[in-house]
């Protein structure tokens, strides 16, 4: 059975643009995810986990509703998900003595997936056309299609 599926995509250039906003502010929300995470248990010991997390995404989508509440609730889990997966393989390394390699904050270049789970929509309701990009698992490589093309 095949559980997912490669688009090529040929964008226009404000699909091009609300592809990138996309994957930014997806990319930020990573990297305080990871920020809020790091700093809970420096200061106060406390291990911060993804239902936490997922739970105050409500609060964070309501105060900033033209960053990080113009995308799908889904997808932004999604992306607290694969955060979430990267610690527990990091004490797995560990245990088994190899290169640790603890989670990392994601620069531009570093950060270029974003899913949407089955049935979610985009979410952004300026740019409905980007709902054509809708099962893009590799947004970064749409993206420099794109710009080769151009």
């Given at each position: 059975?095949?559980r997912s599926f490669?688009?090529?995509?040929?964008?226009?250039a404000?699909?091009?643009?609300?592809?990138a906003?996309c994957?930014?502010?997806?990319?930020?929300l990573y990297?305080?995810?990871l920020?809020?995470?790091r700093?809970?248990?420096?200061?106060?010991?406390?291990s911060?986990?993804?239902?936490?997390?997922?739970?105050?995404?409500?609060?964070i989508?309501?105060d900033?509703p033209?960053g990080?509440g113009?995308?799908s609730f889904s997808s932004q889990?999604a992306?607290?998900?694969?955060?979430d997966?990267?610690?527990?393989?990091?004490?797995d390394?560990?245990?088994v003595a190899?290169t640790p390699?603890?989670?990392r904050f994601k620069?531009?270049g570093?950060?270029?997936?974003?899913?949407w789970p089955k049935?979610?929509t985009?979410?952004?309701?300026?740019h409905?056309?980007?709902?054509?990009a809708?099962?893009?698992l590799?947004?970064g490589?749409?993206?420099?299609?794109?710009?080769q093309a151009?």
């Amino acid at each position: 059975m095949r559980r997912s599926f490669r688009f090529v995509l040929r964008p226009t250039a404000r699909q091009v643009a609300a592809l990138a906003a996309c994957l930014e502010d997806h990319r930020q929300l990573y990297n305080a995810a990871l920020e809020h995470r790091r700093a809970a248990y420096a200061k106060a010991g406390v291990s911060i986990r993804y239902g936490d997390q997922s739970a105050e995404l409500k609060h964070i989508r309501g105060d900033d509703p033209d960053g990080q509440g113009r995308w799908s609730f889904s997808s932004q889990q999604a992306t607290l998900r694969r955060l979430d997966k990267a610690f527990p393989a990091f004490f797995d390394r560990v245990k088994v003595a190899r290169t640790p390699g603890f989670p990392r904050f994601k620069g531009r270049g570093r950060f270029d997936t974003v899913e949407w789970p089955k049935d979610a929509t985009c979410g952004h309701t300026a740019h409905a056309d980007v709902n054509a990009a809708i099962n893009i698992l590799r947004a970064g490589l749409a993206l420099r299609q794109a710009a080769q093309a151009a």
